[in-house]
């Protein structure tokens, strides 16, 4: 992950998922960005070639495709993300989140030696620009309480219940509030 500047994008992806369409974006050297369709904090229209065969947005496809599936996937995509050092170190942290757990922001804040910073902590997991593969998805209230999520709340209860994640502390909170099981494949989507 890389520091406040901008990298230069060099490619993009639409891909089709069980939540929605996604973009995608890497740069020379990595992944830069995941987004939701709508999601909070998404960079608008990006100034990149549509390129599915790109190495880091191709690798990234078929690791997301194991994950919609319910594989245990560790991604291994490399990443190139634009924050602050002190989002660098948070999303760090998010990425040692396993699958099929969760943490809270204090607990996160605590991790990475900032224990008063919850707030801050919460902020940069806001503006985590790689959805899915840096799991800000995997961050809890206090309480053990479902709290914000720029792919949007519904978003963030189907990643936890495909990754097996909302059973115990969340299994009350959540009663009846999923509907179906996240199934499906990824299929990358040739639109605009």
């Known amino acids: 992950m890389t520091s406040p500047s901008s990298p230069r994008l060099v490619a993009q992806a639409r891909a089709t998922t069980p939540l929605g369409p996604i973009r995608l974006a890497a740069t020379a050297r990595g992944l830069a960005g995941l987004w939701f369709d709508g999601q909070a904090h998404h960079p608008g229209t990006l100034d990149a070639a549509d390129d599915a065969a790109h190495p880091a947005l191709a690798q990234t496809l078929a690791e997301l495709a ?23 170190r948070v999303w760090q942290a998010l990425r ?15 991790a990475i030696g900032a224990p008063c910073a919850t707030r801050a902590v919460a902020g940069a997991v806001a503006r985590n620009p790689i959805s899915i593969v840096v799991p800000c998805h995997r ?29 115990g502390a969340l299994e009350g909170a959540l009663e009846g509030a999923l509907g179906g099981a996240v199934e499906g494949t990824l299929v990358p989507d040739r639109r605009a």
Not at 70 to 87: C, I, R, W
């Open 96 to 110: 040692a989140i396993p699958r099929g757990r969760t943490t809270s922001y204090g607990a996160l804040a605590a």
């Open 139 to 167: 961050v809890l209230g206090r309480d053990g309480s479902l709290t914000g999520y720029a792919g949007g709340l519904e978003r963030k209860r189907r990643l936890l219940a495909l990754e097996g994640a909302l059973e």
């Open 66 to 88: 194991a994950y919609w599936r319910g594989e245990p996937v560790v991604f291994g995509t490399p990443l190139d993300a634009t924050g602050t050092p002190f989002q660098q």
